[in-house]
């Protein structure tokens, strides 16, 4: 009970949205479950008809008090249902004429399946409703989840693998949806379905009902026990799903790699460890699934047994047994089905912890509530007292820098130096630990995300080329670009000719990360959505590394192009790039070790010197 009041709780807020549909599932699933009585009655009253027997009296004595009247409203309820049929079931007469023997038959054939179809309607009409509001409710979940995960901060993903963001949408909101639509109907319609038809059976024997329903109670154990070890063994499934969408993001989007040193057989292996977990999880779940269902079968049988020789022993009609049997029979439907209800909601309750833990993280970095609109940047940039740790390790330490509007300033540095640290502190992917970063003199945490990140345009080595057109793929820096506008960015950044040569020209649609595309196409578009931004500062993080030497100086003469009368801010590992930079700075371990213009740098004889000398470049004496 505390599971399913604890889903129950935890889907409400989407399901509350819809609650003037799940009303009207609720009450047609009640009608649903109140249907099931009418075939003890139906089955009875049939047999009872064609065999011309009157209906025997339902008790022997009538109780007093309210019980009596309870049993005297029952009693009612059921002679006004024996009035209803009497015109196409009258008792079988064998001297009634031949058009009242028709006429009879046709209700006989009739009578039940109207019964099953009235069932049926509401049955379908329940499915139908709980199964909209559901689907509804579940993507309004995942919609809030993808709204949470965009608010948190760059170093939440970078701790967490790609395969826990997958579990959490297909595993853990899977399970909620499966409780919700599944479970949740069930939930509705069988315990009312299980009421009506015991009500049913007290009214045509109360005696008989109650020898019945003793080994009714002893369905729960079973329930509960194997309830508990589901709910373990999905952790554990839940736990291993998300390693094996790892492996598999690791695996494939690393193909290239993994073919080229022939380690197919040592990724097999790591794939045959996990799969050997997994199914090894599943088999005990499944296991603790698919005996719920034979317990509570065999605990019924041995009930419905004793039940058989009581009613030998009484001599009930043949009718009265048939009704009664039937119900019976029935009375056991409802009580698997909500035993299976205990199998969803264990799931679900793993699956909405899933949910619940990443709703429950907060950003790292964190937009002022009362955050300004920071204007056009019209003066300088400046780092002041800046330090920055990643966890324990200083990555930036007393850095002081200004950069005056029109500047074109180069950072350079070894690997782990700072220098891609340095650009994301100044698109507040993080914060700094000390110091600050202002824009015309506004501290840049005093500012919305957009106001700030609106005034830069990123290009970086790591181009991101989204499954989508190429017209849409350069929009990314101006969402209402005119088709124009799209294309003077591409001739801009020299990819107007390349575009126009693919089969659909910007239309075409590029692919997962632009597999379409050579690097230096890719690098080519990330410019053209740059140049389409039109922002008055232009960041480039190692933006040509990754590049040959045809294709780097294609995509440094954008780049050149791009850098017209910006602010510059680029990050670069071949220093040949830094040429046109009006000034540079040398970072070692997060200090600024050396700074000047690239011809000053390259004849002082310091750390730039011998970077240049080690990647061919002549320095001056």
């Known amino acids: 009970m505390g599971n399913i009041l604890d889903i129950l709780k935890f889907g409400w807020p989407y ?114 409703l709980m199964g909209w509001v559901s689907e509804n409710a579940i993507k309004d979940l995942k919609l809030d989840i993808h709204k949470k995960l965009q608010t948190l901060s760059l170093g939440y993903f970078q701790h967490r693998e790609m395969g826990g963001q ?80 790892s492996l598999i993001v690791e695996v494939y989007s690393n193909i290239r790699l993994i073919k080229a040193y022939c380690l197919e057989r040592l990724q097999q292996k790591r794939f045959e460890k996990l799969y050997q977990q997994l199914a090894r999880a599943g088999i005990k779940r499944w296991q603790a699934k698919e005996i719920v269902n034979p317990a509570v079968e065999f605990l019924a049988m041995i009930g419905f047994g004793v039940l058989l020789a009581y009613i030998f022993w009484e001599g009930r009609s043949i ?114 630990t000390k110091g600050r970063i202002a824009i015309d003199g506004t501290d840049i945490r005093d500012v919305s995300f957009e106001s700030l990140r609106k005034q830069m345009a990123l290009v970086s080595q790591e181009v991101v080329i989204f499954d989508q057109t190429v017209s849409e793929n350069i929009a990314c820096g101006k969402l209402n670009a005119t088709r124009e506008e799209l294309i003077d960015a591409a001739k801009a950044a020299n990819a107007h000719e390349f575009i126009e040569g693919l089969p659909e020209g910007y239309d075409t649609r590029l692919g997962e990360q632009g597999t379409r595309l050579s690097g230096g196409q890719r690098q080519r578009i990330a410019i053209a959505r740059a140049f389409v931004r039109q922002a008055p500062i232009l960041v480039l993080d190692e933006a040509t590394a990754s590049l040959d030497s045809k294709a780097e100086a294609e995509v440094q003469a954008a780049i050149d192009r791009l850098e017209q009368g910006r602010t510059v801010l680029c990050v670069a590992h071949r220093l040949s790039t830094l040429q046109k930079m009006d000034k540079i700075i040398v970072l070692e371990q997060g200090r600024v070790v050396e700074s000047g213009s690239f011809e000053e740098l390259l004849g002082a004889g310091g750390i730039f010197s011998e970077m240049a000398a080690k990647q061919g470049l002549k320095t001056t004496d």
């Open 15 to 128: 399901l509350r949205k819809y609650r003037h549909r799940l009303a009207v599932a609720i009450v047609l699933g009640i009608c649903f479950g109140l249907f099931n009585a009418s075939f003890v009655w139906g089955t009875k009253t049939l047999f009872e008809r064609l065999g011309g027997d009157k209906s025997p009296p339902v008790a022997e004595k009538t109780a007093t008090g309210s019980i009596g009247d309870v049993q005297k409203f029952l009693l009612h309820t059921k002679e006004t249902a024996d009035e209803v049929v009497d015109y196409w079931l009258p008792p079988f007469d064998k001297e009634t004429n031949s058009i009242d023997n028709f006429r009879r038959m046709v209700g006989a054939i009739l009578f039940l399946p109207m019964l099953v179809m009235l069932r049926g309607a509401t049955g379908y009409a329940t499915g139908y």
């Open 166 to 245: 997958t579990m959490l949408f297909n595993t853990g909101v899977g399970a909620v949806w499966r409780c919700l639509y599944c479970g949740f109907s069930d939930l509705v319609k069988e315990p009312f379905a299980l009421l009506s038809i015991i009500v049913a059976l007290l009214i045509l024997d109360w005696k008989l009902t109650i020898v019945g329903l003793v080994f009714l109670p002893l369905t729960i154990g079973p329930v509960i026990i194997l309830g508990r070890k589901i709910r373990k063994q999905s952790e554990i499934a839940y736990e291993k799903g998300e390693d094996q969408d």
């Open 319 to 432: 009718p009265q047994l048939i009704g009664f049997m039937t119900g019976m029979i029935m009375l056991y439907q409802p009580v698997k089905k909500l035993a299976g209800i205990n199998t969803y909601f264990q799931e679900a309750v793993v699956g909405a912890n899933m949910v619940r833990d990443a709703m429950k993280e907060e950003p790292a970095v964190k937009e002022d509530s009362a955050a300004l609109e920071l204007k056009e940047f019209s003066e300088e940039i400046k780092f002041e007292g800046l330090e920055f740790s990643y966890e324990k390790k200083a990555v930036l330490q007393n850095f002081d820098f200004k950069i005056s509007k029109g500047m074109k300033m180069g950072v350079v540095g070894e690997s782990g130096a700072g220098k891609s640290t340095l650009v994301s502190l100044l698109l507040r992917f993080y914060d700094p």
